[in-house]
C-alpha cells in the first residue's frame, strides 16, 4: 500500500475561497482522522471517522469547516470561505481497529500546507 | 476526557549524549501510550507504543520509554542521540475501550548540537 495519499501538497488561496483537502487512507483501515498543525497550538484533531462515521467532530472550529467520507476509500476536509488564520498544514491519518481491540497506531500522510492571503 | 502534556517545548543536546523527552497523561480510564516523531516537512510516524506487559518498550532508531502508572508518565529515552534524530517528537495517548481517539501532545523539538 502506498500509505496515505493526500492531496494538494501545498495550496495558496485568497481570503473568502473555498478550500477542499483530499485525502485517500490506507486500504481496509476502519478509522480516518483530520488534524491541523500550527504553531500556536500544535496537532488538534479536528474530527474523525468509523467505517465512513462521523464519530466526533468537537474540534471543528467553526462553520466553515466540514468534512465528508462518502466512502472508505475518500474523505475530504473543506473550508468556506477560508480565512487568513486557517493557514496551517492539514494531516490526514488513518489506523485499523483489529476485532475491536483499538490499539494500533495511525499513519498519517504528508499533509497539506495550507496559506490563505 | 484525555490530555498529554509535553513541558519541554525544546530540548538541546550535544550529539552522542543521552536525552529524555518527558510526557505526562491524564485520563479517566486506562490507555495505550505512543510517541511520534515528525521530520521537517514531514507527517508523523511511529517510534514506538505501549500497549500492556513490560512497561519498558523498546522502538525504533534507538528509543525506549517507560510507561509509569503510578505518575502517569511515558518518558522518552535514547542513550547517545545522533544529528538525525533532530526532529519534532509526540506523545500521544488513545483510549483502551470506546472509540479510538488519539490525543497528542504540543509536541517537544530536539535539537541535536554537532
Known amino acids: 500500500d502506498a500509505g496515505v495519499i493526500q492531496s494538494p501538497r501545498h495550496e495558496v488561496t485568497e481570503m473568502g475561497q473555498e478550500v477542499t483537502l483530499r485525502c485517500k487512507p490506507i486500504?481496509?483501515?476502519?478509522?480516518l482522522f483530520w488534524y491541523r498543525q500550527t504553531m500556536m497550538r500544535g496537532l488538534e484533531l479536528l474530527i474523525y471517522?468509523?467505517?465512513?462515521?462521523?464519530?466526533?467532530d468537537s474540534g471543528m472550529p467553526e462553520d466553515r469547516f466540514s468534512a465528508k467520507m462518502p466512502n472508505a476509500s475518500f474523505s475530504t476536509l473543506k473550508i468556506q470561505p477560508s480565512e487568513p488564520r486557517d493557514s496551517a498544514v492539514y494531516f490526514c491519518?488513518?489506523?485499523?481497529?483489529?476485532?475491536?481491540?483499538?490499539?494500533?497506531?495511525?499513519?498519517f500522510g504528508q499533509g497539506t500546507r495550507l496559506t490563505v492571503v | 476526557a484525555q490530555s498529554v502534556t509535553q513541558l519541554d517545548s525544546q530540548v538541546p543536546v550535544f550529539e552522542e549524549a543521552p536525552v529524555e523527552l518527558r510526557c505526562n497523561y491524564s485520563?479517566?480510564?486506562?490507555?495505550?501510550l505512543f510517541w511520534y516523531v515528525q521530520y521537517p516537512n514531514q507527517g508523523l510516524q511511529l517510534l514506538l507504543k505501549?500497549?500492556?506487559?513490560?512497561?519498558l518498550v523498546k522502538g525504533i532508531n534507538g528509543f525506549e520509554a517507560e510507561f509509569n502508572k503510578s505518575q502517569t508518565s511515558f518518558h522518552l529515552r535514547k542513550p547517545s542521540v545522533h544529528i538525525s534524530d533532530t526532529a519534532e517528537y509526540f506523545c500521544?495517548?488513545?483510549?483502551?475501550?470506546?472509540?479510538?481517539?488519539?490525543?497528542f501532545g504540543t509536541g517537544t523539538k530536539l535539537q541535536v548540537i554537532p
Open positions: 500521544a495517548v488513545s483510549q483502551i475501550k470506546g472509540y479510538q481517539k488519539v490525543t
Open positions: 486500504s481496509g483501515h476502519d478509522y
Open positions: 491519518a488513518s489506523s485499523l481497529a483489529l476485532g475491536g481491540i483499538m490499539n494500533t497506531e495511525a499513519f
Open positions: 505501549y500497549l500492556s506487559g513490560s512497561t
Open positions: 485520563s479517566s480510564v486506562s490507555v495505550y
Open positions: 471517522f468509523n467505517n465512513n462515521v462521523p464519530i466526533d
